[in-house]
């Protein structure tokens, strides 16, 4: 019924920049939020930004002033600008998202199905 499907990743250099994008569609009614998530090998998965319908944001304490999260409500999309990034930053960054859907109040939480960042020199 609904799909996130992201974009972006690849292999960047120390302090170099990618833009990972997110986009979802379907039988989509409402968004309350849209985010990136991403998880390391041998760690948990975290949060890296989360940007609700109305435009608050929220970033991990290790992304700020680095990463830049905004959304295209009219597109369903969601976008993260990552900037000067590290090795440390390397994992797989997966869309999240709450979704309502046309016929249902109630609202869904859906994943991407990832995409690698990988940062080496």
């Known amino acids: 019924q609904v799909q996130l499907v992201e974009s972006g990743g690849g292999l960047v250099q120390p302090g170099g920049s990618l833009r990972l994008s997110c986009a979802a569609s379907g039988s989509i009614r409402s968004i309350n939020y849209m985010g990136w998530y991403r998880q390391a090998p041998g760690k948990q998965r975290e949060l890296v930004a989360r940007?609700?319908?109305?435009?608050?944001?929220n970033y991990a304490d290790s992304v700020k002033g680095r990463f830049t999260i905004s959304g295209d409500n009219v597109k369903n999309t969601v976008y993260l600008q990552m900037n000067s990034l590290k090795p440390e930053d390397t994992a797989v960054y997966y869309c999240?998202?709450?979704?309502?859907?046309?016929?249902?109040?109630?609202?869904?939480?859906?994943w991407g199905q990832g995409t690698q960042v990988t940062v080496s020199s």
């Open positions: 999240n998202a709450q979704i309502g859907l046309y016929g249902s109040t109630l609202w869904y939480n859906r």
């Open positions: 940007i609700t319908s109305a435009g608050s944001t």
